[in-house]
């Protein structure tokens, strides 16, 4: 301020400053809006809730550092289908979003007892408990032999007779499935589960969709246990499990996912463990492994004195806890893991790579594994070499396949493919194992190895030009499906054995695809 100015100048000029600066903020705020809904809102949100990408909020963003998450906005994130946008915003803009994407929204939706309950719709009622005078499928295929193919492009699923290749049905499903659906043991029901939390339970006999429920407001994925009573959905927002009956998807109960201090985490994802009669979890921002037990008479060392049993608030409490929780301290955040066919041993990694092995009776470490880049463990498979087991893993961010012998957990092999990696497959009575190359100029290539040499015997191009990626065997192991994963894409089947291609199905972004007998019997060429 000049010397000698009045005090009411003074005042009236600092009060215009204010205003400009409001004004400013304000339009900076609109701007980044903006921003906000123009680049990122048809994938996360427009409430940054999530869909197809995560929600995008302070605290599911714990372990991205904001200098991280600036360098994800400019140049995309490894193994997501985010992408970089360095050459469409500049490095303010940038810097704005990273900033809006940490700030707390004024209120995030509860997603609770209620929210879930009141979603809850059954369409079916005389399909809930599959009775007899429905236990027959309205086709003639081998009901054990049939695929489920997710279609992303448009979001539907298409019904496939696994023995001559040809669409049973083909219905809309929810937004955005993701992750494999679960079978029920006997191949009967199939459970779905959508990134924006629907659960979908369709019959495969009647080709008809049960109920559905909203688990949560961006999920993980779901796991139904071995004695068909329950599905578990693991969330990223809120966190928690949630615990469904199986027959109609009711809610019976919600785990908030926290540790004895109180900090909460997102679930990384929940399996079924069938010889263990428990759903194991991983968690994504509290080093901790935490096996749920659905057994009616769990052994000791469950408990969960935290979980609050929304039952009792309705005077309609359980007479014994149900499904106590037992927690495993580990070194590291797991992102992504699978299981030996034992359920004894969790192989898991975290997203910069650090894997380990735990073993869940011992409910410790109990090995680290010589893995580099981003393992994608939840895509590994095992099979029977010679006198052991090895475990193979491709990589998301290495043209690599690491394969482990499991008795010494020791890598044996490093693999060089032409690409990172998404997903493997395999089955008991082939002797290959495939391979998708998913990331980088040789998308278009798949590649089929030999499981006793450990040697890429083949590299396929199914459609030149198009990522080819996710294969299936169908249930004798006599052939392969491969995905050409493109809205005017495909599904391409392979004789197995003399890997000559038999049929070519026109699919929109077929991305997953899932044959019940191999899924229900825990095959261990494919994932559970
Ligand atoms: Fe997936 C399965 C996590 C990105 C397609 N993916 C899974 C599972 C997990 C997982 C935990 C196992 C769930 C199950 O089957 O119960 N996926 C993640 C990620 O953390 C990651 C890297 C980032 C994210 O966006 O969440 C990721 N996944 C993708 C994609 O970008 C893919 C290619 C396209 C998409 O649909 O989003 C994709 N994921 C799949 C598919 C499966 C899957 C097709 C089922 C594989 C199977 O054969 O079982």
């Known amino acids: 301020m000049k010397p000698g100015m009045s005090f009411a100048l003074r005042a009236f000029l600092l009060a215009a400053l204010s205003v400009l600066l409001t004004v400013r903020a304000v339009a900076n705020n609109d701007d980044t809006e903006t921003l906000y809904k123009e680049h990122c809102a048809s994938c996360h949100g427009a409430d940054r809730l999530g869909g197809q990408g995560p929600a995008l909020l302070p605290q599911n963003l714990k372990r991205l ?11 995309g994130r490894a193994a997501t289908q985010m ?42 009622q005389e399909l809930v408990e599959g009775n007899a005078k429905t236990a027959e499928p309205v086709y003639g295929a081998d009901p ?6 997710v279609e992303a492009g448009d979001h539907h699923v298409t019904v496939l007779d696994g023995d001559n290749f ?4 083909r219905f809309k499903s929810r937004f955005a499935l993701h992750g494999g659906p679960k079978y029920s043991s006997d191949g009967r029901f199939v459970y779905f589960a959508s990134r924006d939390g629907w659960i979908s339970k369709f019959d495969m006999y009647r080709l008809e969709t049960v109920a559905e429920v909203r688990a949560g407001i961006n999920t993980r994925n779901a796991a139904v246990s071995s004695d068909d009573r329950y599905v578990i959905v693991g969330n990223y927002l809120p966190h928690t499990l949630v615990i469904l009956k ?3 998807l009711r809610l019976l109960k919600i785990i908030p996912v926290k540790d004895g201090e109180g900090n909460t985490s997102r679930v990384s994802a929940v399996y079924n463990a069938p010889p263990r009669s428990s759903f194991i979890a991983a968690l994504k921002d509290i080093p901790e492994v935490w096996e749920i037990s659905y057994d009616d008479d769990p052994p000791t060392g469950f408990s969960q004195p935290w979980v609050h049993d929304y039952r ?46 735990i073993n869940l009776d011992a409910r410790r470490a109990v090995a680290d594994l ?14 029977r070499s010679g006198e052991t087991t090895v475990l193979a893993t491709p990589n998301l961010k290495k043209g690599e396949i690491t394969i482990i012998d499991t008795a010494t957990w020791k890598t044996i092999k490093r693999l060089k493919t032409l690409g990172p990696g998404f997903f493997m497959r395999s089955h008991e009575n082939s002797p290959y194992a495939w391979v998708d190359v998913f990331f980088g100029p040789n998308r278009d290539a798949m590649h089929v190895i030999d499981k006793e040499t450990l040697e890429i015997v083949k590299t396929l191009r199914p459609e030149p030009g198009k ?32 890997l000559k291609e038999v049929k070519r199905l026109p699919m929109s972004k077929p991305s997953g695809k899932y044959n019940v007998y191999n899924k229900i019997t825990y095959s261990a060429g494919t994932s559970h």
């Not at 550092?65 to 140049?75: D, F, G, T, Y």
């Not at 054990?144 to 193919?149: A, M, R, T, Y």
């Not at 080819?468 to 004789?495: M, N, P, Q, T």
């Open 246 to 248: 199986a027959s109609d």
């Open 144 to 149: 054990l032999n049939v695929f489920l193919v």
């Open 166 to 169: 040809e669409p049973i049905h």
């Open 370 to 383: 010589d893995l580099q880049g981003m393992p994608h463990l939840g895509s590994g498979i095992t099979w």
């Open 83 to 124: 992408p970089a946008f360095k050459e469409t915003l500049n490095k303010d803009q940038i810097a704005a979003l990273a900033e809006y994407v940490y700030t707390p929204l004024d209120h995030v939706p509860a997603w609770g007892a209620a929210q879930i309950t009141g979603s809850h719709v059954v369409h079916k």
């Open 467 to 498: 990522t080819a990626a996710h294969v299936e065997f169908d249930r004798s192991g006599a052939h392969a499906l491969v995905s050409i994963w493109d809205k005017k894409g495909a599904l391409v089947v392979y004789d197995a054995k003399t």
């Open 312 to 357: 009792k608030d309705s005077g309609d409490a359980p007479k014994t806890e149900a499904f106590p929780v037992r927690r495993i301290k580990v070194k590291q955040h797991l992102d992504d893991f699978f299981f030996d066919q034992d359920y004894i041993n969790l192989i898991g990694a975290s997203r910069d790579g650090h894997a380990q092995v």
């Open 65 to 75: 550092r904001k200098k991280k998450a600036l360098r994800v906005i400019a140049s």
